[in-house]
């Protein structure tokens, strides 16, 4: 995040200035302590059957089934009159399948909150942006958006009233739907998704990036996707994977480095970035530094369950996006997409030149004790070993095997440990893991400071993760604990 | 040693455990100022994990948990003991353990949530026994509910289920799938005999639930979840402090100040580790520090107002000590393997001893299969039978996957020559003294547990037992009780129905030690849900206000 | 009857709890200080690849190695097992001495007739061993309580290492340290065949630890 202060001082100078290029998903992460409630059941986690192609209906959109017609009772009266005619099932199937391949209810809904009614708040260093209700409610969402409207919108970041958007909204990704699918989208939100008539606080940011107009400079010199044209269900599978990685899942917001001028440079497509404190790996087919080992399947599984054994799991931003839109395609647009990004041309990493999965082994050494049971206040700090033993290896094992259905993963063949960058160990130390498809729960309590199982300091942390990536991963990453609390603070 | 400064708070509680950061935490959500003293330390759970696995008497449950001097607690089940000195017929009955630091001894139970049967709070009305409560089971519906949400309890559907104690809603969670060891009692149960066991319910996720994640059965629930999958007292302490709750840790509360009329309590006073005095004001009090402290503070807070102790003109205080004291048995399955040890500790019962007409005559009680890892006692018995090189490798294998263990939890009668008092000799660093009880086992009781006895030789033969190993006597089941009875009458009770004191209107009880009579189901739950029925008085009295 | 270890030294009393922490903290233990003198190496353990090495006293060193080697084989024999973990061992024969130090000579004697008696199994030893000193069994008690529970002089020197849980780790884990995945438990665990093997020792009082 320091570096990305800095170009905002450089924007300022140079009048342009942009509030960030945060992925929706980024903030996700946020959401990680879902309500009691919202959890699944316990047999979702015990027994995790093998996901059978999703359906659009089964993503977490609230009323309409795509079978639904026009007399969805939900429908504002407004849209009702205008739409009903157009709104066959097959348009609100298509609309529901694109919304959740391009994931919007991952930014459009708060944590707790009504689906599609905004009001999660996006952090940047210039302030919250708050995430708008797109229900079709007519005061509060865009239920008096045409559609030409909507994809101005949608495409060009240009709001009804003309003013732009914040580019937090990955409009430039969306430059690449057909107009087909922004018709569908319009449609299924107009009718699938209920109104809701509330509307979050606006975004209040500090100046000049409470200027919107200002954005204008910066949708000016970035690079959009082009629009793709024809029918998008059509398309052979390179282009529709193309298609799907590009215009929807908009991997490169992440996934692509960004310049000077917070653009993604194409010139490094998706060889990896930070953001939000955790890092989006090189995931280009370089063998040494991307995931050019990964089989296919091996992606598609990934991106399915959030987990590929013995290579990768995810967490924070990703595991939102496999949990609100991946595990949701169907397996031919799931084997489309990992095939697309498989072939994407390979770039190297200044840190990495061994693949991330191929660290580590199990360490079978013997629990030799010296100690008696202490007084029931020392709290006196453990060394790393220890601090694995006490908090870690209950689940993940003392040699780093983890479960034997790996519900808690091995640590070594693990992306997270054995990269170069120690970023998305503190992060899944500090906030833990909870991803939901349909084939379980993967979960991992917090240990920040607002953990109910334990609360590890900086201090404890640095020495956990220099323990477990020395001993199950790349090496001695020389974490301090003034990093962890940057990055305790800061994300 | 006096300290100027005076803390003050709309309602100060003395005990952090379950009964008093439940109340913190619901009093704070409704912006309520509190002050929690609690006696012991701040804790943490890495350090008890590594204390428990560097343990060498692992059954101990006390052992990982060595006290501050300032705030003892039981070392051990042992008498004599350190601390709690129990004289008596049954003396050792009376052993029980309990943790004075910040969560209480929820950090070391096995998580098992039952309500108790509507029959329960009438013992003497519908079978001439004990006591009736100050309150029926209705009374305590809603409460029970909230305590099951608050700490996330697992149970059966009461339409396949019927535990007996009827649910305006169902469990939070599913019930928690019972081991393969389970699964064979219960089948042999249903089949060789008229009983049936049930799924427990269970203070224990069966999914992500409050933040924490799902059991994954390692077995450690006494005296230590390694994962936080099982509720202790702790969450509720954080999440009393995320809403504004204040919590005093190495308070040791040795004084209850009243007005003159000694009516209203009007502060308490506690000793610092370096006894240095403190002093707290406030509007109401409520004493949530273990049915044992609660009812020593009492006593100890006698002055020439009260001579015989705060709240104590009925002379009860002390009095009508309880337990469900039991019986155990471990032998050596004669039939396939079981693997006890799989999954978590405590997860099934034979519920069909809680109710029945004989209830005038004997206790009740209900029966626990416990699914304890039975390696490292095995290993043992194979070492002392003569066993050495491979056939001792066979022999804790064997006796490994076939160790049973069956305990007990029978019901007690309050009586009041079963008695707290406080130590002539012997007292703690601040001077406090020491609880001493005295206990007879109630005949009621006595004939309860021969029942069971008679039951577990039946069980034992069913599973062609061999190598009975019984505890000898009876068994302490650490659900002490009673010590500061509720009742209608104040001249032979201590609390009311809403657990307030009959002699002071702004001083509350929370803890087991209100109970009239004690149930057969593992108290904890009864606990939280007065709590939080007192939180709902508080707050209700405090906003009127 | 166990030492109980909540006996704090009575001018632990009285301070607050930072002053104990540093207290502690300062604080070099009588088991640390016994492990330095005797000059071994405690290599892994919890320590893992970051093990210290204690640099050995020379001769102390010499005349230690030789009992650890006597022990080593004595154990081999007791438990029927070709290899036996060094680091373990050591720990262990450390622990047991501690608590006894006739124990040094006693297992000398073990050695000698496991040499003489040309004993090819543990029930040979033990049955050899018993016969010439029934004070003999005792030792073996404790070196097998060393082996499979990991506990000598009263301490636990390994847990999840304790050879107890190797032979069942393909039904149960240690406790807490259960790596099943949640509702592993639902399953069927592995059935286990009567043994047909004798004691070859006199069987003694078998005592459960009070808790």
């Not at chain 1, 998903?25 to 919202?38: D, L, T, V």
């Not at chain 1, 050019?292 to 590929?308: I, K, P, R």
Request: charge should be negative; proline fraction near 7%; hydrophobic fraction near 35%.
């Amino acid at each position: 995040m320091l570096d990305f202060r800095k170009t905002l001082s450089a924007l300022l100078v140079s009048s342009a200035l942009s509030v960030g290029a945060l992925s929706c998903e980024a903030i996700a992460a946020h959401a990680q302590n879902a309500a009691p409630a919202a959890t699944p059941t316990p047999e979702a986690t015990s027994t995790p059957a093998p996901t059978s192609a999703p359906v659009a209906t089964q993503a977490a959109q609230p009323v309409a089934s795509p079978s639904a017609t026009g007399t969805n009772p939900a429908v504002t009266p407004a849209a009702n009159g205008m739409a009903s005619a157009q709104s066959d099932a097959a348009v609100m199937e298509r609309g529901a399948y694109i919304a959740t391949a391009a994931d919007c209810v991952a930014c459009h809904t708060k944590l707790g909150g009504q689906p599609f009614a905004g009001g999660l708040k996006i952090a940047t260093p210039m302030g919250d942006v708050v995430s708008t209700n797109i229900t079709p409610d007519a005061d509060h969402g865009i239920g008096k958006y045409t559609e030409q409207e909507f994809e101005q919108a949608v495409r060009h970041g240009v709001r009804r009233d003309g003013a732009y958007l914040y580019p937090v909204m990955p409009y430039v990704s969306y430059a690449g739907m057909t107009d087909q699918d922004v018709h569908a989208l319009y449609v299924w939100f107009m009718h699938g998704v209920k109104p809701i008539a509330t509307a979050p606080k606006p975004t209040e940011l500090t100046f000049p990036a409470n200027v919107r107009s200002a954005m204008a400079a910066w949708n000016f010199v970035t690079t959009k996707e082009q629009p793709e044209s024809g029918d998008s269900a059509t398309y052979d599978p390179l282009r529709r994977g193309k298609y799907l990685a590009n215009a929807l899942e908009h991997c490169g917001t992440c996934h692509t480095p960004r310049n000077f001028m917070l653009s993604e440079k194409q010139d490094r497509y998706l060889a990896g970035g930070p953001l939000s404190g955790w890092y989006a790996p090189n995931i280009t087919s370089s063998k040494t530094a991307g995931i050019g080992n990964w089989s296919e399947d091996d992606l598609v599984a990934y991106l399915q369950t959030g987990h590929a054994k013995a290579r990768a799991q995810a967490a924070g931003p990703m595991g939102e996006a496999v949990e609100h839109s991946t595990s949701r395609l169907t397996d031919k647009d799931l084997h489309a997409l990992a095939a697309y990004i498989l072939q994407v041309p390979a770039m190297e990493d200044d840190l990495e030149h061994k693949p991330r999965e191929s660290f580590g082994h199990a360490v079978d050494l013997p629990d030799l004790r010296d100690k008696v049971p202490t007084r029931i206040d020392d709290l006196s700090e453990m060394d790393g070993a220890h601090l694995y033993d006490a908090n870690c290896a209950a689940c993940h094992s003392r040699n780093g095997a983890g479960t034997r259905d790996q519900y808690a993963p091995s640590l070594f063949n693990n992306t997270t440990v054995g990269s170069a960058r120690p970023d998305n160990l503190i992060m899944t130390i500090l906030h833990g893991v909870n991803r939901q498809t349909a084939a379980g729960h993967a979960g991992m309590p917090a240990f920040d400071g607002h953990s109910d199982v334990q609360r590890l300091s900086d201090s404890e942390i640095a020495k956990l993760v220099t323990y477990i990536m020395t001993t199950f991963g790349s090496g001695d990453p020389h974490v301090t604990a003034d990093q962890v609390s940057h990055f305790r603070k800061n994300f | 040693m006096s300290s100027d400064q005076t803390l003050s708070a709309d309602v100060v509680i003395v005990g952090s455990g379950v009964a008093g950061s439940s109340i913190a935490n619901e009093l704070a959500r409704a912006g309520i100022s509190v002050i929690v003293l609690e006696a012991g330390p701040r804790v943490d759970r890495q350090h008890f994990v590594e204390n428990f696995r560097n343990l060498e008497n692992k059954p101990s449950y006390q052992g990982p948990f060595p006290a501050v001097p300032w705030a003892r607690h039981p070392p051990n089940q042992q008498t004599p003991n350190e601390y709690l000195h129990t004289s008596g017929p049954n003396a050792e009955a009376y052993q029980q353990v309990y943790l004075r630091m910040m969560g209480g001894t929820t950090w070391h139970w096995a998580g098992c949530a039952w309500r108790y049967l509507p029959s329960d709070f009438e013992l003497k009305t519908r079978y001439g026994q004990g006591r009736d409560w100050a309150l029926k089971y209705e009374d305590l519906e809603p409460f029970y509910y909230q305590a099951e949400v608050m700490m996330g309890v697992c149970g059966p559907d009461p339409a396949k289920e019927d535990l007996g104690s009827p649910r305006k809603q169902p469990y939070p969670m599913d019930a928690l799938p019972i081991s393969y060891a389970a699964q064979q009692f219960r089948s042999l149960i249903q089949e060789k005999t008229p009983w049936r066991v049930v799924h427990e319910p269970q203070a224990r996720n069966t999914r992500p639930y409050d933040s924490r994640p799902t059991c994954e059965g390692h077995n450690n629930c006494m005296p230590i979840c390694p994962i936080g999958a099982m509720y202790n007292g702790s969450y509720s302490v954080y999440h009393a402090e995320a809403a504004g709750a204040k919590f005093i840790p190495n308070a040791v509360v040795y004084k209850i100040e009243r007005d003159s009329a000694n009516k209203r309590v009007t502060a308490v006073q506690y000793y610092d580790p370096d006894k240095n005095s403190h002093r707290v004001t406030g509007k109401y009090f409520v004493i949530a520090a273990h049915c044992i402290e609660t009812a020593k503070l009492l006593l100890v807070s006698a002055d020439d107002k009260s001579p015989n102790g705060v709240a104590n003109s009925s002379g009860h205080v002390g009095r009508n000590m309880m337990d469900h004291t039991g019986v155990q048995v471990t032998f050596i399955s004669g039939d396939k393997a079981l693997w006890p040890g799989r999954g978590p500790l405590e997860t099934n019962v034979i519920d069909n001893f809680r109710d029945g007409d004989w209830r005038s005559e004997r206790g009740a009680y209900l029966v626990h299969m416990v699914d304890d890892n039975q390696v490292d006692l095995a290993t043992q018995l194979a070492i002392s039978k003569g066993y050495v090189g491979r056939d001792l490798e066979e022999q804790i294998r064997y006796l490994a996957a076939h160790t049973v263990r069956l305990f007990s939890h029978n019901e007690a009668l309050p009586d009041p020559e079963n008695r707290l008092t406080l130590s002539k000799t012997n007292k703690d660093i601040l001077g406090i003294p020491h609880p001493d009880v005295y206990y007879k086992l109630p005949e009621y009781t006595v004939k309860s547990c021969e029942h069971t006895r008679g039951v577990f030789r039946q069980l034992i033969g069913l599973m062609h037992g061999t190598d009975e190993q019984w505890t000898p006597g009876y068994f302490p089941q650490d659900h002490p009780s009673g010590s500061t009875i509720m009742g209608t009458d104040p001249t032979d009770s201590v609390v009311d129905g809403f657990c307030r004191t009959h002699d002071h209107d702004n001083l509350f009880i929370a803890s087991s030690s209100v109970f009239s009579t004690v149930g057969t189901g593992n108290i904890t739950l009864t606990v939280a849900a007065l709590a939080l029925r007192v939180a709902d008085t508080l707050k209700k009295e405090l906003i009127h206000a | 009857m166990r030492q109980d270890r909540n006996r704090q030294p009575v001018a632990d009393w009285c301070v607050s709890p930072n002053a104990m922490r540093l207290n502690r903290l300062v604080r070099m233990s009588r088991r640390d200080a016994l492990l330095g003198g005797l000059g071994f190496a405690v290599a892994g353990g919890l320590s893992g690849a970051h093990a210290q090495t204690v640099q050995p006293n020379a001769s102390a060193g010499a005349d230690q190695s030789g009992e650890v080697a006597s022990f080593m084989a004595v154990s081999q024999r007791l438990t029927d097992r070709d290899t036996l973990d060094a680091n373990i061992g050591t720990a262990l024969y450390m622990g047991i001495v501690h608590a006894n130090p006739d124990r040094k000579d006693k297992i000398q004697t073990l050695r000698a007739l496991m040499d003489s008696s040309k004993a090819a199994t543990a029930a040979d030893l033990a049955h050899a061993a018993e016969k010439a000193d029934p004070a003999l069994k005792d030792v073996i008690h404790e070196i097998l309580t060393g082996w499979y529970r990991g506990v000598a002089d009263n301490k636990v020197v390994v847990y999840r290492s304790a050879l107890m849980f190797d032979i069942t780790k393909d039904a149960v884990y240690p406790k807490t340290y259960a790596t099943g995945g949640p509702f592993y438990w639902t399953t069927k665990p592995p059935e286990v065949e009567r043994p047909t093997g004798h004691p070859a020792l006199s069987a003694s009082p078998f005592v459960i630890e009070p808790t």
